[in-house]
Every structure is written in structure tokens, then in C-alpha cells.
């Protein structure tokens, strides 16, 4: 079974532009949340999507946005890019995700850096 | 909400001795608590993980131990080897409605031959 692919893997944009990152989760998971990694904030929560809808939200301001269409693939937006928005963007999935207890599968991230 | 903290966050030893690495919570409500390795350009691996009914879990050279009361859990890595240098994530889980996995800050083992 393939894994949780993201597209794509590296991404230069230069500040005030926005961004479209793309996850596809692991065939039959239906929830899927996004990560921001950074050296020093580490693994943070950005939000969190199942049947299509916006389930849980981290402390991030209104320019990160994202969506999940109904085959479970997921993007997430970044608008008018900061320079502290470079970071490894994480995507993870898990199969159902109708508890917390569910085991998440992460993919291999985005790089976007932010000139 | 949840607080994650995670000891050491470098921790070197030499090839074939012990690794522990410790986390603490906050939420007495969380109750699944997985571990992640992730090497260089890559996203994080689950190697381990512990749901709060059970106080230990082994596979094979891994385990983690869980101490409910005291709100601590650790990763055990025996008989280390040069490949298990990586970055390894602790992670508690609150059992609510949806997905809210909150990280420690990691923990940069270098196995050293």
C-alpha cells in the first residue's frame, strides 16, 4: 500500500505570495492533518480534516487555510507568505480518525522556503 | 491544553550500549502515546507506540514504558546501532473528538561506532 505522498517536495516563493500544498493520505484513511516543522518551534498542529470538513484547528493566523476534497486528498494554503513561514510542512493521515486514538502516518513533507 | 516535554534533546552513546529518552504530560486525559524517528529529509516514522491501558511495550530491541500516575512515558533502545541516529518525537494524544496529537520537542540521538 502506498504511503502519504505530498506535492511537492521543495517549493521557493518570495514574500507576499501564497502557496498551494497538495497531500494525498494512504488509500482508505479519511482524516488527514497538516503540520508546520521548524528548528525551533518543532512539530506544531495546524489543523486537522475528516469528511471533508475542518475538525480541529491549531493557533496558526487566518493565512493558513486548507481543504479536503471527498477522495480524502487534502491541500493546505499559505497567503501572503512571511519569511517565517519557511518550514517543513508535514502532512499525516489516519484511517478513521473518529478517535484521537488513531495512529497517524506521516509523509515527507514540503520544504518551502520563503525569500 | 496539553504540554509535552521530552529529556534529553542530545543524547550520544556508543555503538551497542542503551538509549532512554523521557517525555512527561500534562492532561491525565491523554491515553495513547507514540513514539516517531525521523532521519534526515524525511517525515517522521512511527516505531512505537503505548495506549494507556498497558504499562509496557517491547519490539524487538524497542520499548517504551508508560507511568500513568506519574504522567511519564520513555523510549528504551537497546543493543544501539549507527542507523538508529536520528531525530526521535514523543507524542500524547487527549481521547477527543478528532485528531490532536501534541509533540515533544524532540530528541537527537547520534550513535557513535
Known amino acids: 500500500k502506498a504511503g502519504v505522498t505530498q506535492t511537492p517536495r521543495y517549493l521557493i516563493k518570495t514574500r507576499g505570495q501564497q502557496v498551494t500544498l497538495s497531500c494525498s493520505p494512504i488509500?482508505?484513511?479519511?482524516?488527514v492533518s497538516w503540520y508546520q516543522q521548524t528548528p525551533g518551534q518543532g512539530l506544531q498542529f495546524l489543523f486537522e480534516?475528516?469528511?471533508?470538513?475542518?475538525?480541529n484547528k491549531g493557533n496558526f493566523p487566518g493565512r493558513f487555510s486548507g481543504r479536503q476534497f471527498s477522495n480524502s486528498r487534502s491541500e493546505m494554503n499559505v497567503s501572503t507568505l512571511e519569511l517565517g513561514d519557511s518550514a517543513l510542512y508535514l502532512c499525516?493521515?489516519?484511517?478513521?480518525?473518529?478517535?484521537?486514538?488513531?495512529?497517524?502516518?506521516f509523509g515527507p513533507g514540503t520544504r518551502l522556503t520563503v525569500l | 491544553g496539553e504540554n509535552v516535554e521530552q529529556h534529553p534533546s542530545t543524547l550520544s552513546v556508543q555503538e551497542g550500549d542503551s538509549a532512554v529518552i523521557k517525555c512527561t504530560y500534562s492532561d491525565s486525559a491523554s491515553n495513547y502515546f507514540p513514539w516517531y524517528k525521523q532521519e534526515l529529509g524525511k517525515g517522521p516514522q512511527l516505531i512505537i507506540d503505548i495506549r494507556s491501558n498497558v504499562g509496557e511495550k517491547k519490539d524487538q530491541r524497542i520499548a517504551v514504558t508508560l507511568n500513568k500516575t506519574a504522567k511519564h512515558f520513555s523510549l528504551h533502545i537497546t543493543e544501539t546501532q549507527p542507523e538508529d541516529s536520528a531525530v526521535y518525537f514523543c507524542a500524547a494524544v487527549v481521547d477527543n473528538y478528532g485528531q490532536n496529537f501534541v509533540f515533544g520537542p524532540g530528541t537527537r540521538l547520534s550513535v557513535l561506532p
Open positions: 488509500s482508505g484513511h479519511r482524516s
Open positions: 499525516a493521515s489516519s484511517l478513521v480518525g473518529r478517535k484521537s486514538t488513531d495512529t497517524q502516518y
Open positions: 480534516y475528516f469528511s471533508e470538513t475542518q475538525r
